[in-house]
């Protein structure tokens, strides 16, 4: 693991060579005096390292909704789902009636 700490100036020094081993690596601390002040990690691993913690976060969200009774039992959500798909296709219907009506006058 000594090779996850390196200094600031050995990074500058070969960025280009460190951002294409971060590809293919964990993300490494770079120090300055002798310190920690930053962590660099390939772009795919921030955005994976994000999607987790939203998953995560949505997983503690939902525990404390189901202990606090926040919750809607399945068959309402399907029931409530069906609902409002027939109301779109009853409004998109209504919306196409006038058009087929007013082909229907012309051809006729």
């Given at each position: 693991m000594p090779d996850d700490i390196i200094s600031l100036t050995e990074f500058k020094n070969d960025a280009s060579g460190w951002i294409e081993r971060l590809q293919h690596r964990p993300p490494v601390v770079l120090t300055q005096n002798g310190?920690?002040?930053?962590v660099v990690q390939s772009y795919e691993g921030y955005q994976h390292q994000r999607f987790a913690m939203a998953l995560l976060k949505r997983i503690i969200q939902g525990q404390a909704d189901a202990a606090a009774g926040r919750t809607i039992p399945h068959e309402q959500v399907l029931a409530d789902l069906h609902a409002r798909i027939e109301a779109i296709a009853a409004a998109k219907a209504?919306?196409?009636a006038p058009a087929r009506?007013?082909?229907?006058r012309r051809s006729g």
């Open positions: 310190r920690g002040k930053a209504a919306e196409a009506a007013t082909r229907r």
